[in-house]
Nanobody
Framework: QVHLVESGGGLVQAGGSLRLSCSAS????????MGWFRQAPGKEREFVAA????????GYADSVKGRFTISRDNAKNTVYLQIYSLKPEDTAVYYC??????????????????????WGQGTQVTVSS
């Protein structure tokens, strides 16, 4: 059974930083593309970042480029999202997602929530102004 468990969310002041983690079990992590998505109240779930199985490529939403960094440690079955310069508009529930993919680059498919097979329960990030 596949489990994705996010952690690291919390309440932080604008300008602060957080590192989110997503620990995976029940799948072959080194064959998995991973993505981070977020959903703010009353809004659609949106793409944030993605990384290929080999870390050969990463992709970001325009709204987070330069402030968010996605990385992974296949030995630990964990993907990370380092967030800098947090803004109130970053407030959302952040979800990690996984799917089997052998591509070495991030395609548009990796930015689409509908293409992911497995999802975590989410972690809340709240940014105060």
């Amino acid at each position: 059974q596949v489990h994705l468990v996010e952690s690291g969310g919390g309440l932080v002041q604008a300008g602060g930083s957080l590192r989110l983690s997503c620990s995976a079990s029940g799948l072959t992590f080194s064959s998995i593309a991973m993505g981070w998505f977020r959903q703010a109240p009353g809004k659609e779930r949106e793409f944030v970042a993605a990384i290929t199985w080999s870390s050969s490529d990463t992709g970001y939403a325009d709204s987070v480029k330069g402030r968010f960094t996605i990385s992974r440690d296949n030995a630990k079955n964990t993907v990370y999202l380092q967030i800098y310069s947090l803004k109130p508009e970053d407030t959302a529930v952040y979800y990690c997602a996984a799917k089997y993919s052998g591509y070495r680059f991030v395609r548009n498919e990796e930015k689409a929530a509908s293409t992911y097979t497995y999802w975590g329960q989410g972690t809340q990030v709240t940014v105060s102004s």
